[in-house]
């Protein structure tokens, strides 16, 4: 009975160690992006957008079996210095178009004017695959406001290192 309680603590302690933190919670715990979360009500918002970002958690390397794990970070920049933005939704989807992770699940997030925020997918966190992409939904009180929506994706290995980003297209 005792050796059957040890490793049932054991499965448990290894399960918990395998499930992935909050992606908006600190090492702390604490839910880093709470300060920018807002109830503003959708209706008086007069523009909306939906944006496309291709997110690349992993690039083959040498050849169809061998990749190269990439840190990737979806950066949303509010360039107004005037006008803030509210994001609605910022949803991560793999190469197979399944959804991974909604990041605000419900919640609206308060860019206000030059603030911005990052969603960062770890070097490790390979579920996304090379067609990785986030789909971004926002508005505004008015169509001025320009965002940029950008994927900054980074590794290196031993001497070797790879950087590049990509772009938002907005498919509204």
């Not at 009975?1 to 908006?24: E, H, V, W, Y």
């Amino acid at each position: 009975m005792k050796i059957n309680l040890i490793a049932l603590f054991g499965f448990l302690l290894i399960l918990s160690a395998c499930t992935r933190q909050d992606p908006n919670l600190n090492e702390k715990g604490e839910d880093i992006l709470e300060a920018k979360e807002t109830y503003f009500p959708d209706a008086k918002l007069s523009h909306h957008d939906t944006v496309y970002v291709p997110i690349y958690s992993d690039i083959y390397h040498k050849s169809i079996y061998e990749k190269f794990l990439l840190t990737a970070t979806l950066s949303i920049r509010n360039t107004s210095l005037s006008d803030s933005i509210f994001i609605n939704d910022v949803v991560y989807y793999d190469t197979d178009g399944k959804k991974v992770r909604n990041y605000l699940s419900g919640k609206q997030l308060l860019l206000h004017p030059m603030q911005s925020i990052e969603y960062v997918i770890e070097e490790d966190d390979d579920v996304g695959g090379s067609g990785a992409n986030f789909i971004i939904n926002w508005g505004a009180t008015t169509s001025k406001v320009k965002p940029i929506f950008q994927g900054v994706m980074i590794s290196t290995h031993g001497q070797q290192g790879i950087s590049f980003i990509t772009q938002g297209l907005s498919i509204k």
